[in-house]
C-alpha cells in the first residue's frame, strides 16, 4: 500500500470517530474544486475531512493560488474552528417558547412561590425569596449587580438539592454541576451564560481562593471579568464572570461570599410535615411557570433597566445592593408583592450574621460593655468573660485552648484598638476603655444591626442562638485569666512573641474555618495548613 494511501486510511478513520457535521457532497467537492470564488473556497475548507483535504489539496492550493503550506495553515485553523462550532451546541434544551399571552407579574410570583412551597420545607419567607431569584435570573442582564443565592443548612438532607432541582425547571440556561474548578467557572460562563447551579459547596469552595475569587468577581456587572492568559502565545484574554448563580452547601459561606448573597437556610424536615416529591424525570408541571417567566421578562427587561426602588433603611451597604433587584421586580409585578418582598428582605437580612470573625468580636466585645454598663474592662476579665462564652469560639480557639491576651490584641489590630493602663477598682491594670471601640461599634455594628440604641436587642446577637436570649454574662471581679502567666501584658511584651506569629496565623485561619465553615477541628487545620 502506498503512503498517501495510509495517510488517507488513516484520516478516514480520525473522522469515523471525529463527531463533526457531515462532509460536503461530491457534486459539492466538485464544484467546489472548480470554482474560482475565493471566499466560497475558504468557508468549505473547514468542513473538509483530513481524507477529502488531502485528495483535493493540490487543485484548492492552484485555486486560491497559494502554496500548499499556507494552504495547509489555513486548514489547520478553519477544521479547528468548524470543530468548536460544533462543540458549542447548548448542552441541554434551553430553548423556551415563551407564554403566548402577557403575564402578571404578580400572578407568576404568587404561582412560583405557592410550587416552592409544595415541593420544600421552607422557612418563613423563602418562598417568596426564591420566587423573586427566579424571575431575577430571567432579567439578569437588566441590573448591575448580581447577588448570589446561597442555599445553606447545617447538615445533609436539608432539601439543598431538591431546592437546586426546583430551580433547574424555572430558571434559563440552566448548568447544574456538584464541582466546578475556577477556570471551568469563569470559561462555562463565557461560553454559555448561563444560570449556573452549583451542589455540594462544600466539597471544594472552602479550600479553593481562586474560586472563591471567580465567584465575588461575579458579584458587579462592571468588574465581572478575570485575566488569563491562553494559546501557545500566552495572549491576554477577558472572560465573563456575569451571570446568575446559586450555591448550595453544608454549613456557612465564606464571609466574602456571604456579604454578596441573599441566604436561604433549610432545616431537615420532621415526621409531621409534608411535601410532593420532586423528580428529574418529571418536571413537566413546571415548564408553565419557565414559559410565563421567559414571557414576563421580555416584556419587562427595558422597565427593569430603569428601575428605582425606594430601599427599606433596614437594608443598607451590600444587603442593600443585594436586595434592589429583587425589590425592583417586586415594584413592577404589583399586587402585594411590593410590600411583601420588603418585608422578606428585612426579614433575611436582619438575621445575617456572617461577617468575619473580627466583627463577631467587636459584636462580644460590644455586648460586655453593655451588660456590665461598665467604661473600661481589665484585659483578664474581658478575655474571662468571653471564655465562657460557650456558643462562640473563644474557649477552643487556639489547638481547642481558650483564646488568650495577646491572640484577642490581634484580632483588634485591624480596628486600631490596642490596650491601655487603666485605673480600675483602685489599682492599676492593663485593659481596654469603651471609648477606643467607638469608632469600630459606629462603623461597624451600626450597618450590621442598623444602628440599635440598645446592641442586646438586635437581630446580630438574637441570631446567634438558636434556643433564645443569652444567659446574662457572668459578673466577674479582677482576676487573672487563666490562659496567660500575665493576663494585662501586651503584644510587645510577650516573650518569643515573634516566632508565635506564624502559629498564631495558622491557628486563626483553622478556628475561622472551623466555626464559619462548619468543619470538624481536625478538617480546618488541614485546611489551614493548605493555604498557609
Not at 415541593?119 to 448591575?144: K, M, R, S, Y
Not at 508565635?500 to 481536625?522: C, H, N, P, S
Request: glycine residues 6%; charged residues 30%.
Amino acid at each position: 500500500m502506498s503512503r498517501d494511501r495510509k495517510v488517507i486510511r488513516l484520516a478516514d478513520k480520525y473522522i469515523a470517530d471525529d463527531g463533526s457535521e457531515p462532509e460536503p457532497t461530491e457534486a459539492e467537492l466538485d464544484e467546489v474544486t472548480h470554482d474560482h470564488d475565493h471566499g466560497r473556497i475558504l468557508g468549505m475548507l473547514g468542513e473538509l475531512s483530513p481524507a477529502e483535504y488531502g485528495r483535493r489539496r493540490d487543485v484548492l492550493a492552484a485555486d486560491l493560488d497559494t502554496t500548499r503550506g499556507y494552504l495547509d495553515l489555513e486548514y489547520k485553523e478553519r477544521r479547528k474552528a468548524a470543530k468548536a462550532s460544533a462543540k458549542t451546541t447548548e448542552i441541554d434544551d434551553w430553548s423556551v417558547e415563551p407564554w403566548p399571552d402577557p403575564v402578571a407579574g404578580g400572578d407568576l410570583l404568587n404561582r412560583l412561590s405557592a410550587t416552592a412551597e409544595d415541593h420544600l420545607v421552607l422557612p418563613p419567607g423563602a418562598a417568596d425569596t426564591i420566587a423573586l431569584w427566579t424571575v431575577f435570573a430571567h432579567v439578569h442582564d437588566a441590573f448591575p449587580i448580581s447577588p448570589l443565592l446561597a442555599i445553606t443548612s447545617p447538615t445533609p438532607e436539608c432539601g439543598k438539592t431538591t431546592l437546586l432541582t426546583f430551580l433547574g425547571g424555572v430558571v434559563p440556561r440552566r448548568l447544574p454541576g456538584a464541582n466546578i474548578t475556577a477556570a471551568a467557572l469563569f470559561r462555562a460562563v463565557e461560553k454559555w451564560r448561563p444560570t449556573l447551579l452549583i451542589d455540594e459547596a462544600d466539597t471544594f469552595l472552602r479550600e479553593s481562593d481562586e474560586l472563591r475569587g471567580v465567584l465575588n468577581s461575579g458579584h458587579q456587572r462592571a468588574n465581572a471579568y478575570v485575566i488569563r492568559t491562553t494559546g501557545e502565545d500566552h495572549e491576554p484574554a477577558r472572560f465573563h464572570t456575569w451571570s446568575p448563580k446559586a450555591v448550595a452547601l453544608i454549613g456557612k459561606l465564606p464571609p466574602t461570599l456571604a456579604s454578596r448573597a441573599i441566604h436561604i437556610e433549610l432545616r431537615r424536615k420532621t415526621a409531621a410535615e409534608h411535601v410532593e416529591p420532586l423528580r428529574l424525570d418529571r418536571l413537566d408541571h413546571l415548564a408553565p411557570l419557565l414559559r410565563m417567566a421567559t414571557r414576563w421578562a421580555a416584556d419587562n427587561m427595558e422597565k427593569l433597566k430603569e428601575a428605582e426602588p425606594l430601599m427599606p433603611k433596614a437594608l443598607s451597604g451590600r444587603a442593600a445592593d443585594n436586595w434592589r433587584p429583587l425589590l425592583s421586580i417586586a415594584d413592577l409585578a404589583g399586587a402585594n408583592w411590593p410590600e411583601r418582598a420588603r418585608h422578606v428582605g428585612e426579614r433575611l437580612s436582619a438575621s445575617r450574621t456572617e461577617e468575619t470573625v473580627n466583627i463577631m468580636l467587636l459584636e462580644d466585645v460590644r455586648r460586655i460593655f453593655t451588660e456590665r454598663g461598665a467604661d473600661q474592662i481589665t484585659t483578664g476579665d474581658m478575655i474571662s468573660t468571653l471564655v465562657a462564652m460557650e456558643d462562640r469560639p473563644w474557649p477552643e480557639w487556639r489547638g481547642g485552648k481558650p483564646i488568650t491576651p495577646r491572640q484577642f490584641a490581634k484580632l483588634l489590630e485591624p480596628f486600631e484598638i490596642k490596650p491601655d493602663q487603666l485605673w480600675i477598682s483602685g489599682a492599676k491594670h492593663r485593659g481596654y476603655g469603651r471609648d477606643r471601640f467607638s469608632d469600630a461599634f459606629t462603623r461597624y455594628l451600626g450597618v450590621l444591626s442598623g444602628s440599635p440604641v440598645d446592641p442586646k436587642e438586635t437581630a446580630d446577637y438574637r441570631a446567634f442562638d438558636p434556643v433564645g436570649p443569652r444567659k446574662p454574662l457572668p459578673d466577674r471581679s479582677v482576676q487573672k485569666s487563666q490562659n496567660s502567666a500575665d493576663p494585662t501584658a501586651l503584644p510587645g511584651n510577650v516573650p518569643g512573641a515573634g516566632q508565635e506569629d506564624e502559629q498564631d496565623a495558622f491557628e486563626e485561619r483553622a478556628a475561622i474555618l472551623e466555626y464559619d465553615g462548619g468543619l470538624t477541628r481536625q478538617q480546618a487545620e488541614d485546611a489551614s495548613r493548605r493555604s498557609s
